[in-house]
């Protein structure tokens, strides 16, 4: 389900991976407070589409320039 949703909003297998694995690093982190399965499903889906905008401001921000 996270996989399949991260695709179809990024559209690239690698990047659609980086998003599954975060939002799984963050599911571990946080399913003390997650009290059941239909809280864990509706959190994953809006963890998820999340994780596309996070990437969408992480390739906006400007990265340094080494003017030598």
Same mark, same amino acid.
């Given at each position: 389900?996270?996989?399949?949703?991260?695709i179809t909003?990024?559209?690239?297998? /690698?990047? !659609?991976?980086?998003?599954v694995?975060?939002?799984?690093? $963050? =599911?571990? $982190? /946080?399913?003390d /407070?997650?009290?059941?399965?239909e809280h864990v $499903? !509706?959190w994953?889906?809006?963890?998820?589409a999340n994780g596309?905008?996070? =990437?969408a $401001?992480?390739?906006?921000?400007?990265?340094p320039v080494?003017?030598?």
């Amino acid at each position: 389900m996270v996989y399949r949703l991260a695709i179809t909003r990024v559209r690239n297998p /690698h990047d !659609a991976e980086d998003i599954v694995q975060k939002v799984f690093l $963050k =599911l571990v $982190k /946080h399913i003390d /407070h997650l009290e059941s399965e239909e809280h864990v $499903k !509706a959190w994953l889906i809006r963890v998820t589409a999340n994780g596309r905008i996070d =990437l969408a $401001k992480m390739r906006l921000k400007p990265r340094p320039v080494n003017i030598s």
